[in-house]
């Protein structure tokens, strides 16, 4: 294929932007002896690119991505003459020229913000198409509804390294799919039966509509469950059991990190279903480094960004979890090994399995949670129904509590403050 340069440079613009919003096809006439771009239809499915081929005559068919990293390769050569022939630049097709120190590095950091090899795993693959930008998508495990991440890259103007500064969280309240369906946003143009993986980007995306469209759930659309229609950009229906997603906006929330460090991505999941979070690597705005329990501040307005305010409380506001632990009939306390892992696990948020002599000095698996607002710890059976905290404690924690209590009433103000 030939371009005028200019040309190829927004084509490139075009095809980088289809392949964001999850086109995976295009077609183009064979017949030109120079192409504008205006030629290269996007398609989300093969069968509807191989329709418009068959019904426009003599057209090619490809896969987006691997033409797209052609015409990369094409627009970012040395020395680019006028006319520029793109086939010239296949041979770069299964040529990895990815930063490998920059690959390592990127690979360290999501290790550091505890993301799953998948993640790294799809970066990898997307660093080798040498894009501008990029986004690596998925899901996290959440206590109810869907929890859904977003990851961004971006390279530098000045060479080929990437940058990963900044990941986004959504948790709706949509009941997580079963393993191979995912939702579709149907409308009556074929071209535009787009598969989404989140709920909350489905539901953007159908609400985006003018014209008649339906969003569904299903695994090839050869059979489809509608969870709600548009006609003429009215919502004209909306499934029962579905309404409570779909009119609930999702719970949002932007984290920025800075080479691995931040908070990682069991932390920040974890704060946004309302738990709070451990770090000891806190930097304050005057560059000192403190250690604090931080939770999301859900009463707050969220900040200019759009993003929620937080709430600490740092080592002055007294609350020592591994003290807290030593006051209930936990058994993990009689093991190092495992009492480090209850208080790295619990200090991320989450709310680990203990075992617990109960009413009864019966031995009773439970979850945990730690609460250093209101200095102590919450118990919970293993389907998440809430149990009363004193059946566990020790004797003279009983005792200790109505004093303990007053001493952190005299030093929250000096040591509970809001953070950003």
Request: hydrophobic fraction near 30%; glycine fraction near 6%.
């Amino acid at each position: 294929m030939k371009f005028r340069k200019e040309d190829l440079f927004s084509t490139v613009e075009f095809l980088h932007g289809v392949y964001h919003e999850g086109y995976d096809y295009i077609c183009y006439p064979r017949d030109r002896n120079l192409y504008t771009g205006d030629e290269i239809m996007a398609f989300y499915e093969k069968e509807n690119a191989d329709r418009h081929a068959m019904l426009n005559g003599d057209w090619y068919v490809e896969p987006l991505e691997p033409f797209l990293k052609n015409m990369l390769a094409a627009s970012k050569g040395k020395d680019l003459p006028e006319i520029i022939e793109t086939g010239h630049y296949y041979y770069l097709k299964n040529t990895s020229n990815m930063n490998k120190s920059n690959l390592e590095n990127l690979r360290g950091e999501l290790k550091a913000l505890k993301f799953d090899d998948h993640f790294i795993k799809e970066m990898e693959e997307k660093m080798e198409l040498n894009l501008p930008s990029f986004e690596v998508k998925g899901r996290l495990p959440s206590d109810k509804g869907q929890l859904d991440v977003n990851l961004h890259f971006k390279q530098s103007s000045q060479s080929d390294y990437y940058y990963f500064n900044r990941y986004d969280l959504a948790l709706s309240k949509a009941k997580p799919l079963e393993e191979g369906l995912k939702y579709f946003v149907i409308s009556k143009d074929p071209n535009s039966k787009k598969e989404i993986d989140s709920p909350t980007e489905a539901i953007e995306y159908f609400k985006s509509k003018k014209g008649n469209a339906e969003l569904a759930i299903s695994r090839d659309l050869k059979s489809k469950t509608t969870l709600a229609t548009m006609i003429d950009g009215k919502v004209d229906f909306v499934e029962k059991e579905f309404a409570k997603t779909y009119y609930s906006p999702a719970l949002t929330n932007s984290l920025y990190v800075d080479k691995g460090v931040g908070f990682n991505v069991i932390q920040s999941s974890n704060m946004l279903q309302g738990r709070a979070v451990y770090r000891d690597d806190m930097v304050s705005r005057a560059g000192e480094r403190y250690k604090a329990w931080t939770a999301i501040d859900f009463k707050e307005p969220k900040d200019k960004y759009g993003n929620y305010k937080l709430r600490q409380y740092n080592e002055n506001y007294g609350f020592d979890l591994g003290k807290e632990l030593e006051g209930y009939k936990i058994k993990e306390l009689e093991n190092p090994e495992k009492l480090a892992a209850v208080l790295a696990s619990m200090k991320d948020g989450n709310r680990p399995i203990v075992t617990v002599d109960g009413i009864d000095d019966k031995e009773t698996k439970m979850r945990i949670e730690a609460v250093p607002r209101y200095g102590n710890v919450n118990f919970f059976e293993l389907n998440g129904k809430p149990l009363k905290r004193e059946d566990f404690q020790k004797e003279q924690k009983l005792d200790m509590n109505l004093g303990k209590e007053k001493g952190r009433t005299k030093n929250k103000e000096m040591a509970e403050g809001l953070g950003m």
